[in-house]
């Protein structure tokens, strides 16, 4: 029968602590609601002896999270372990996770005793927490520098006392697979009363080797994994639970575990901490970096139009992924750009494949990344060129104060004849500007994205705006370049604007 494998979060803790700036209380419900979405069997919140705004936090979310059970850190201390379960009070189930140093660097230079009495302290703690919770973690601090035999004559005794949990870290990311998959082995064949608790491994990512470690280690029996979202953590990181979460699916059989996680929540979770903790995912991160499932080589991409699976190991709606990008480049073979065509909209009949592509390929020489939108430029360059300048510029000015009102008067020239329109608002310049153009045009969208390039010419520096819009479910490009920044940003927009009039005139067609 296949066994479940418990994921316990320490986004909250191990992750947060190794922030920056530290998130505010708002920031850490936003994160652990999502968490519980997700179905995160256990929730680390933080270390609440560690500071007054830890146990405020920890105390506020244990009124909300319901279906996730919530854990808080402590040392072998009696305040640690009371100002926890006060901590968590609000909860009627809750785990404490005790730690303490194991290994003879840990017993003699940080705990200055000597390891009976290091199992006195951790069976004393134990019962302390036991009478709080029946829940309770005891975790082997530096496990992977602590001998075998130390290592399993503790672990016996803090079951005796009541842990239900063991966890064995790898704290300083130093371990290999083999090795340490070797430690969970020992433990489950020396120690006699191992069966009446989970074995759990908490891996640092050091040498690159958190998720190996971990997955090594449900080979060899562990059942509670820890990690955070996105792998966030001290140094180099934890074990990023994504990547764990999704091995276990695609090896649920030969590994034969299962979790409990709904894996449509993955991609979403891994968004929302990355915004909220300011730690952007690298674009090729296993899962969930923006490339994870874009393909960029010619063969690769037709590939995957006939059968994703020849080039996809993992389903991108599986983690609630739902649009999935094929890079255009200059490796982009024709099924591409016939693919992104039709995706608009467009029949093969509406345009010549042949010049298309040869006008594509010249763009993404010079371009590198090209966007639909560039295609369908290309598609149609006789009538762009007619277009281009459907909606132009005669005129604006601006007026904007600090905390106050902002004021735009625009004036357009639209085949020989003069618009104009006057707007004042109170939520700043660019937004004005965006009234202004959509009462000229009746065009009303969402700017997605707004980028400044600025680019020495000579004596002037010309402030390029890119900016992305969503109009109708589709996106939009536009771009202005002129010595001043707002000039640049109307034209941008306008220049949006005539793409998506001059898009709509060749579908009417
Ligand atoms: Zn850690």
Do not use: W
Request: charged share 25%.
């Amino acid at each position: 029968m296949k066994k479940k494998i418990i994921i316990l979060d320490t986004t909250l803790r191990d992750g947060e602590q190794s922030l920056k700036a530290s998130l505010t209380a708002r920031e850490k419900i936003k994160i652990a609601i999502a968490l519980e979405n997700m179905g995160i069997d256990v929730i680390e919140l933080g270390f609440p002896i560690s500071s007054p705004g830890d146990f405020k936090s920890i105390q506020q979310i244990s009124k909300i999270i319901k279906n996730s059970r919530i854990c808080s850190l402590a040392r072998c201390l009696e305040k640690d372990i009371d100002v926890a379960a006060e901590a968590m009070s609000f909860s009627n189930s809750f785990r404490i996770h005790l730690f303490l140093g194991t290994s003879d660097i840990h017993v003699k230079s940080k705990l200055r005793k000597n390891f009976k009495e290091i199992i006195e302290m951790a069976i004393s703690s134990i019962k302390r927490a036991r009478k709080y919770t029946d829940d309770v973690e005891f975790s082997c601090e530096d496990a992977g520098r602590t001998s075998i035999d130390n290592l399993c004559r503790i672990i016996e005794k803090v079951i005796k006392a009541g842990a239900k949990t063991i966890n064995i870290p790898d704290t300083v990311g130093y371990s290999f697979p083999e090795k340490f998959s070797q430690i969970i082995k020992e433990i489950r064949k020396r120690v006699d009363n191992i069966d009446q608790s989970i074995i759990s491994v908490h891996c640092h990512n050091d040498l690159g080797m958190a998720v190996a470690n971990s997955i090594s280690a449900i080979q060899a029996g562990a059942q509670q994994i820890e990690g955070t979202i996105n792998g966030i953590g001290e140094r180099a990181g934890n074990a990023a639970l994504e990547e764990i979460i999704m091995a276990i699916r695609l090896h649920e059989k030969s590994l034969n575990v299962y979790t409990n996680i709904k894996h449509k929540e993955i991609y979403k979770t891994s968004q929302i901490v990355s915004k909220l903790c300011c730690v952007p995912i690298p674009i090729n991160k296993a899962i969930v970096g923006i490339n994870a499932f874009s393909h960029s080589s010619g063969i690769h991409q037709d590939g995957v139009l006939k059968n994703k699976k020849n080039y996809e190991i993992i389903d991108p709606n599986s983690i609630g992924l739902k649009e999935v990008k094929l890079n255009l480049t200059s490796r982009s073979g024709r099924a591409a750009v016939k693919h992104y065509m039709k995706e608009m909209g467009y029949h093969k009949n509406d345009y010549d494949i042949n010049q298309l592509y040869l006008n594509f390929l010249k763009l993404a020489d010079k371009k590198g990344q090209v966007f639909d939108y560039d295609l369908e430029a290309l598609a149609f360059l006789n009538e762009k060129r007619k277009e281009l300048f459907y909606f132009k510029l005669k005129k604006f000015t601006i007026e904007s104060y600090s905390k106050g009102t902002t004021t735009v008067s625009i004036k357009l020239l639209l085949q020989e004849k003069e618009y104009s329109t006057k707007i004042t608002t109170n939520s700043g310049s660019i937004d004005a500007i965006y009234q202004a153009l959509k009462k000229l045009t009746n065009y009303s969208f969402i700017i997605k994205q707004f980028q400044l390039t600025l680019e020495q010419k000579g004596d002037s520096e010309i402030k390029k705006i890119d900016i992305t819009i969503n109009y109708n479910n589709r996106c939009f490009h536009g771009f202005g370049l002129t010595t001043d920044i707002v000039e640049s940003i109307v034209n941008a927009m306008l220049d949006a604007i005539n793409n998506i009039r001059r898009s709509e005139k060749i579908k009417k067609k």
